[in-house]
């Protein structure tokens, strides 16, 4: 570990040297496990984290954004919902659906 005060890696910088490309940062598979709490709060912050096996990559964590807030009604008016929906289907109805 680094107490150098210009390092921004915090207690993981050791496992982080492996890649420094921007934002992305790699770091062994062990020390992924140790300090994954940690690597999860910097993902949630916007960073992206590789985790590799030795010098190659196998998995990358990113943060997963959050699903759109589904609009009601967007399409009202657009078409008619007819009266007999929920009635039973016909013979002649269903041999449109094939054998």
């Known amino acids: 570990m680094s107490d150098a005060p210009n390092s921004h ?4 910088e050791p496992a982080v040297r492996l890649l420094h490309d921007g934002h992305m940062k790699s770091i062994a598979i062990n020390e992924a496990r140790t300090h994954f709490s940690r690597l999860m709060r910097r993902v949630a912050a916007g960073e992206e984290i590789v985790i590799a096996r030795g010098t190659t990559p196998v998995a990358r964590l990113v943060a997963v954004k959050p699903a759109e807030q589904r609009r009601l009604g ?17 013979e002649d109805s269903l041999g449109l659906f094939g054998p």
């Open 9 to 12: 890696y915090g207690a993981i």
């Open 74 to 90: 967007i399409d009202a008016g657009k078409f008619t919902v007819p009266d007999n929906l929920n009635h039973p289907i016909t």
